[in-house]
């Protein structure tokens, strides 16, 4: 199996009508992704790749039957109504893809959907991928490109950049080594699923025996993985890179998670945090196939 | 985090029911003498700078009267603290202190919520106050959606042992701060110290908010300037490069420099990542090979040719470099041609004679540095584009390799041009930023007409063998003209070079000719 999406999900487009909304379904569905319908407010009746549109989520749900996940594309400042609005209708997976939401319309998404048993990925995500199943999001770009970059295999990625979670997963395939399911965490301070949870995942999922994790300075992320790891909640092995060495305190690069402040969330307590607890830490991305390979040897063995 | 100063964020809590020391802000010895004036007591002067410490750094004075005050303002309005020129002061009622306390709230990405602190103590070294009497500082998540109650900031206070009318005074604080960061989409407050006066009144001596950056629309009362997280004022090179991000949201460019000035004798470089965690990874391979960078910068998301020619512009601005590195994750979704052209008009245009590795690994790769290659052979230094299957650290070894071949050569920032006089008076319309000139007379020697052919969107057309619009005016400058710039790769490089795309960077003309002349 793979973890949360696979070739049977049924997903929802919301902002399908949008410049973007559009492109993406349609990329989407040439993967293979299973699109069910679409939402966008004052355009229900219309039809985008074949996709029936609806004025709201609930309608969808109603017309459609049960939406397992809702990709989310809509401008930044509207993603909280309508992360609110899938939630409501029964939606238990949102992938958050826009860049520039409010931290605070995130707490409150986070919050509601911690009391409708919910999850969401991101926001300012690039979102996940079930290789040969199905994407959510827009990993991989063109459907071709994506099924020649990432293949199934035993391999569970999560990251914190959208391009390193497919730049690892090439360079994983190869070397012969396929993925279960790759995901990015989102790029902002707070995430909804964060590395310790796709972890969890991870753990749960039979296909999965290896776990890479791209890290970066800043958040608690990293360090809440090495507490897992610690406690014996995550058994599989994990081969983890921290980006950001040599990041100057105080000051953003980019990822609005990647701040450092202080010493806590520093290259350096992550790495050594991670060590202690028996994560395998790479200098170099193109280390992470060399090291996975042996570690499945290992398992092999 | 957009940072507010002193003198900003205790607007708000003034306004927002947290009292305040009765004061204003000052940016005259003349003003700062008619505030003490009317408070009528002594005061304290404290300049607004962002830096801390500022008492150690002589920021602090005190003064007994209004002439006082405007002296000692004399003194420290135009001084120099850590680099930063003081302009404005605040002038505030110096108060009787009983003791000094914190109060705070941050972001807790672990519990996903927002986080109050208090303390019984505060003032300087509030961290290692905190690790050294951890029974004196309180911390609680607040649910979001319910809400920060005052019963909860009651227990807080009482937690560290304060109670009675203190209690009442500092857990009305603690709701008002809840409120105000809610109002104000805050990524943080600080208030520090938070004090008790030896009358038993509880003020907010000194306070720093900042705004999550990604909020700032929702607030132009605040009138923020930059929207971005650093840790001092932007310079003038990352204003003009906000200004270009925040007119163009084809993508993200994210652009800021590291050092205040590149001395020609280090071993600067010009750094173009894209995506976070592919720029974060190219920046540590370089830096490996003991480059040191002038600039952070990021263009991703799939930006438009012409943000990326106006990245590479501003990156290009910076005097002294030794080279340029481009790089991504090396499996970028977007199609990477559109930053080769970016690349090739500003590298062209500014005759690059500092050598360049550009990695573009990801979709369309290769026509991607095939346009690299072969558009900017003639230019005076070595442009090398690389794909997927090469790692930064090679690519940065090449850099390395390159730039002792050039023997550390340093860059100079050549003047801006404006359109050629031939241009002006030509075929031309408006695009989403810039403006495309076509100049139809030297179209009739024109062999291959190849621009219509190169244009992705298809919106030129041949009359009488000379390129026009076939949509209106309008639709081109409303977004049917991509900016993908190939039209004037194609027609420069294989053609008459009559096309030619004006893409304005406001200020950025003006900041060149300033090198120019320190230079």
């Given at each position: 199996m793979s973890i949360l999406v696979n070739e049977r999900s049924r997903v929802l487009v919301q902002g399908i009508t949008g410049r973007e909304g559009m492109v993406r379904t349609r990329l989407m569905k040439d993967y293979g992704?299973?699109?069910v319908a679409g939402a966008t407010p004052g355009k229900g009746g219309r039809e985008v790749y074949g996709v029936p549109v609806f004025n709201t989520v609930g309608e969808a749900w109603e017309k459609v039957?049960?939406?397992?996940a809702s990709v989310i594309f809509v401008p930044a400042a509207l993603v909280k109504n309508a992360a609110f609005e899938a939630i409501d209708a029964g939606v238990k997976l949102l992938v958050?893809?826009?860049?520039?939401?409010?931290i605070f319309d995130v707490l409150e998404i986070s919050n509601l959907a911690r009391r409708e048993g919910a999850v969401f990925v991101g926001p300012n995500t690039l979102g996940l991928l079930s290789p040969g199943q199905a994407v959510l999001g827009?990993?991989?770009?063109?459907a071709q490109s994506a099924r020649e970059w990432f293949q199934s295999g035993i391999v569970g990625v999560s990251s914190r950049s959208g391009g390193m979670t497919s730049a690892i997963s090439y360079y994983l395939t190869k070397a012969g080594l396929g993925q279960s399911t790759i995901l990015?965490?989102?790029?902002?301070?707070?995430?909804?699923?964060s590395h310790p949870e796709v972890m969890e995942f991870f753990e749960k999922d039979?296909?999965?025996k290896i776990m890479v994790m791209f890290g970066e300075i800043g958040t608690t992320q990293e360090e809440r993985v090495a507490e897992l790891k610690e406690k014996g909640d995550i058994t599989k092995p994990i081969v983890a890179y921290i980006g950001g060495k040599a990041a100057k305190e105080?000051?953003?690069?980019?990822?609005?998670?990647?701040i450092v402040e202080?010493?806590?969330?520093?290259h350096e307590s992550k790495v050594q945090r991670l060590e202690k607890a028996g994560v395998r830490v790479v200098?170099?991305?193109?280390d992470i196939p060399k090291v996975a390979l042996k570690l499945k040897k290992n398992l092999e063995e | 985090m957009a940072r507010l100063y002193e003198y900003q964020s205790k607007k708000i809590l003034k306004e927002e029911g947290i009292p305040v020391p009765q004061g204003d802000v000052a940016s005259s010895p003349k003003e700062a003498g008619k505030i003490a004036q009317e408070i009528g007591r002594p005061v304290v002067l404290k300049v607004q700078?962002?830096?801390?410490g500022r008492a150690d750094l002589g920021g602090i004075l005190f003064a007994e009267t209004s002439k006082e005050a405007e002296k000692k303002a004399q003194d420290l309005l135009g001084k120099k603290i850590k680099n930063y020129v003081v302009e404005k002061l605040i002038v505030e009622e110096k108060l009787d202190i009983q003791s000094e306390m914190f109060a705070g709230l941050t972001i807790d990405d672990t519990s996903k919520a927002p986080c109050l602190i208090f303390s019984s103590v505060g003032g300087t070294g509030i961290e290692e106050i905190s690790q050294k009497y951890p029974q004196k500082i309180v911390r609680s998540p607040v649910d979001v959606l319910k809400g920060f109650k005052d019963y909860e900031a009651r227990d807080m206070v009482r937690k560290v042992g304060i109670s009675g009318k203190t209690m009442l005074f500092l857990s009305d604080v603690l709701v008002k701060l809840f409120a105000l960061a809610c109002k104000y989409d805050a990524r943080s407050v600080e208030i520090n110290p938070l004090v008790l006066t030896t009358d038993n009144s509880v003020y907010a001596a000194d306070c720093h908010l900042t705004i999550d950056d990604y909020a700032?629309?929702?607030?132009?009362?605040?009138?923020?300037?930059?929207?971005r997280e650093f840790d001092r004022p932007p310079t003038l090179l990352e204003k003009i490069a906000y200004q270009v991000e925040k007119k163009d949201h084809r993508g993200t460019f994210y652009f800021f420099q590291m050092v205040d000035d590149v001395s020609p004798e280090g071993k600067y470089i010009g750094f173009n990542g894209a995506g976070g965690g592919g720029s974060m990874m190219s920046m540590d391979a370089v830096m490996n090979k003991g480059f040191k960078l002038a600039n952070y910068c990021d263009t991703s998301g799939n930006p438009a040719a012409s943000k990326v020619y106006r990245a590479a512009k501003i990156i290009l601005?910076?005097?002294?470099?030794?080279g340029y590195f481009a790089s991504g994750?090396?499996?970028?979704?977007?199609?990477q041609f559109h930053s080769a052209r970016g690349l090739v008009k500003a590298f062209w245009e500014d005759n690059l004679n500092v050598p360049a590795v550009i990695r573009l690994g990801g979709n369309y790769e290769e026509k991607a540095v095939e346009i690299l290659h072969s558009y900017l052979k003639n230019v005076p230094a070595r442009v090398e584009g690389y794909g997927r299957d090469d790692s930064s650290e090679f690519c940065a070894q090449r850099l390395e390799n390159l730039v002792q071949e050039n023997n550390f050569h340093s860059h100079m920032v050549p003047p801006w041009q404006e359109p050629g006089h031939d241009f002006l008076s030509s075929y031309s319309f408006e695009t989403v930023t810039g403006k495309i000139f076509i100049h139809h007379q030297k179209c009739l020697?024109?062999?291959?007409?190849?621009c219509i052919e190169a244009c992705r969107a298809q919106i030129l057309e041949l009359e009488n063998g000379k390129p026009f619009l076939n949509i209106s005016q309008e639709e081109a400058q409303k977004g049917?003209?991509?900016?993908?710039l190939a039209c004037e790769l194609y027609c420069k490089f294989h053609e008459q070079d009559a096309l030619f795309i004006h893409l304005p960077i406001p200020g950025l003309k003006e900041y060149r000719d300033r090198i120019g002349k320190e230079d």
């Open positions: 992704t299973q699109i039957g049960p939406i397992d958050l893809v826009p860049d520039r939401v409010p827009m990993i991989g770009g063109r990015h965490v989102g790029g902002d301070a707070v995430v909804g699923l039979d296909q999965t105080g000051t953003r690069f980019s990822h609005a998670g990647a202080g010493s806590a969330g520093s200098e170099s991305i193109f | 700078l962002w830096v801390t700032v629309f929702r607030h132009p009362e605040l009138g923020i300037e930059v929207a601005s910076q005097p002294h470099i030794k994750s090396g499996v970028a979704s977007q199609e020697n024109c062999q291959t007409k190849g049917k003209c991509t900016e993908c």
